[in-house]
Structure formats: C-alpha cells, structure tokens
C-alpha cells in the first residue's frame, strides 16, 4: 500500500486479492458471453429458417389443392365436344 491506514491489513490484502481475482476473470466472463450471444444468435436462425420451411410446405400444398380442385371443376363433356369440332 502506498500510505499506512488504520485498517487491518488482512483486510485490505482480502480486498485487493478480490479485485485481482475479479479482473482475472473478465476476459473469460467476456468470452463466455460472446459464445452465448453466439450460441443464441444461431438458434434463432435456425429457428426462422424451420419456420420458413414449414410456411412454404403450406403454401405448395395449398396451391397443389387449388390446381386439383381447378382440374375436378372442368367440365369434361364440354371439353371432348369442342376437342371433336376442332378435329
């Protein structure tokens, strides 16, 4: 210490050997930080993409079900007739 006080000496050793313990792990408790924004990041993306799948399946089988219903409503005797005038 630069200058003596009329606090113990085991106490500010205590106190000292804190801080150097706390600034020891600031850059591990940094990094782990990073790795879960990382980790989260991630998992949302992976989130939206299954999302994005799963909305476009519903979509293709909507339109798959409007084209077969579009092809059950054709009248197939006006069809044949007007395919035997054009022949």
Known sequence: M???TSVN????????QSNVEVLGAAPAVAVANLYQATAQALANAAQNATMVQQQSNITAQAV??????????????ATAKATKTIE
């Not at 000496?9 to 000292?16: A, E, F, G, L, N």
């Not at 798959?64 to 005797?77: K, M, R």
């Open 2 to 4: 630069a200058f003596p």
């Open 9 to 16: 000496s085991q106490i500010t050793d205590s106190v000292t």
């Open 64 to 77: 798959t079900n409007a084209g077969v219903a579009l092809l059950y409503s054709l009248d197939t005797v």
